[in-house]
């Protein structure tokens, strides 16, 4: 199940899933406007999820500059929402996290290509070279998850972000998979990690950045 705020949790799947992935179902008219109609709902579920995870961008400015049309004066933070509030207390500094974006980038493409349903999880444990008994037996082998490497981005929360800010920047390939219940009339929600994009690691070298970052814990 898919809970707002970025916390979600893996079933197996037991029934033919239903994917919404935009390189499927290709071919007639009617369901390459279907294939995109659902691409583009997908792409609202990962701006809700980078909305909701964020925690020093100010809530209100994020809403008017995604709604802002090109030649609208710039926005202000409101200094009033939460996460206004919380960048006034925790005093977060800008990091440069180029090697960290780097770093998550040739975990994806690395664990995605040696083993199957790689989940958003599963990227952020190899990210922070979890100890966990089930992410050792999975990646414990892995160069990429033994080399040592020293992360801007200390926490899960941020880890994850990152993930999300690459979906959305369409370096990262996801894919989400509703399965119905074979008992109940529900859909479980699971988000797949397929891959990095092509081109993506050049891409990501050609950006900046930046991310706010709570130095004093
Ligand atoms: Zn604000």
Same mark, same amino acid.
């Not at 369409?170 to 994009?197: H, M």
């Given at each position: 199940?898919?809970?707002?705020?970025g916390?979600?949790?893996?079933?197996?799947? &037991? +029934? $033919?899933?239903?994917?919404?992935?935009?390189?499927?179902?290709?071919? /007639?008219p009617?369901? #390459?406007?279907?294939?995109?109609?659902?691409?583009?709902?997908?792409?609202?579920?990962?701006?809700?999820?980078?909305?909701?995870?964020?925690?020093?961008?100010?809530r209100?400015?994020?809403?008017i500059?995604?709604?802002?049309?090109?030649?609208?004066?710039?926005?202000?933070?409101?200094?009033?929402?939460?996460?206004?509030?919380?960048?006034?207390?925790?005093?977060?500094?800008?990091?440069?996290?180029?090697? &960290? +974006? $780097?770093?998550?980038?040739?975990?994806?493409?690395?664990?995605?290509? /040696?083993?199957?349903? #790689?989940?958003r999880?599963?990227?952020?444990?190899?990210?922070?070279?979890?100890?966990?008994?089930?992410?050792k037996?999975?990646?414990g082998?892995?160069?990429?998850?033994?080399?040592?490497?020293?992360r801007?981005?200390?926490?899960?929360?941020?880890?994850?972000?990152?993930?999300?800010?690459?979906?959305?920047?369409?370096?990262?390939?996801?894919?989400?998979?509703?399965?119905?219940?074979?008992?109940?009339?529900?859909?479980?929600?699971?988000?797949?990690?397929?891959?990095?994009?092509d081109?993506?690691?050049?891409k990501?070298?050609a950006?900046?950045?930046?991310?706010?970052?709570?130095?004093s814990?």
């Amino acid at each position: 199940m898919y809970n707002i705020c970025g916390k979600i949790n893996y079933k197996k799947i &037991d +029934v $033919k899933p239903i994917s919404i992935n935009a390189n499927e179902e290709e071919g /007639e008219p009617e369901s #390459i406007a279907r294939t995109k109609y659902l691409s583009e709902a997908k792409r609202k579920i990962w701006e809700v999820l980078f909305y909701c995870s964020s925690i020093y961008q100010c809530r209100k400015k994020a809403i008017i500059d995604y709604f802002a049309w090109p030649g609208d004066l710039a926005s202000r933070e409101c200094n009033l929402c939460d996460n206004c509030l919380r960048r006034a207390s925790d005093n977060p500094v800008w990091v440069d996290i180029r090697t &960290d +974006v $780097k770093k998550m980038l040739e975990i994806i493409k690395i664990i995605t290509s /040696e083993k199957q349903q #790689i989940t958003r999880n599963n990227v952020v444990d190899v990210f922070h070279q979890s100890q966990a008994k089930d992410v050792k037996n999975k990646f414990g082998e892995l160069p990429v998850y033994l080399e040592k490497f020293s992360r801007k981005l200390k926490t899960k929360e941020d880890a994850f972000l990152l993930l999300d800010d690459l979906v959305l920047h369409d370096l990262v390939e996801e894919d989400i998979i509703l399965t119905r219940s074979p008992t109940a009339q529900t859909f479980t929600c699971s988000i797949f990690i397929i891959g990095i994009a092509d081109g993506a690691i050049a891409k990501a070298n050609a950006e900046v950045w930046r991310y706010l970052i709570r130095t004093s814990r």
